[in-house]
């Protein structure tokens, strides 16, 4: 009976310690933020790299960063589409697709 007892003790703790070491499957935290849409008027930043598109509805200004190949919408109005992460005074827009809407800024902006 003792040889019994030490072997289920010996068996519940190998068991223990196999379902303790599996880590639970859990979803990854999303990380798809939701789209934005800003339509508006695309300015060049103080630094290389560094954009500005003053929000055609509401004038607000919203800085960002991007390639290069951006110049070519400068002073123009278009529609950028992407992701703001962040929360508060940190957000930071990060835009994913660029499209002109018209070759020049409305006068309003």
Not at 18 to 33: E, K, L, M, R
Not at 56 to 64: A, G, L, Y
Request: charged share 15%; hydrophobic share 35%.
């Amino acid at each position: 009976m003792k040889l019994f007892s030490s072997f289920v003790l010996v068996t519940g703790l190998a068991l223990a310690s196999f379902a303790y070491a599996q880590d639970p499957q859990q979803a990854p935290p999303s990380q798809n933020a939701p789209k934005v849409t800003v339509t508006g008027c695309l300015m060049k930043g103080a630094n290389a790299g560094e954009y500005t598109v003053i929000e055609q509805k509401t004038s607000e200004k919203i800085p960002f960063t991007g390639p290069a190949q951006l110049d070519k919408y400068l002073n123009q109005t278009v529609k950028l589409v992407g992701t703001v992460a962040g929360q508060g005074q940190d957000k930071t827009f990060k835009p994913e697709s660029i499209d002109s809407v018209a070759a020049t800024c409305s006068k309003a902006q």
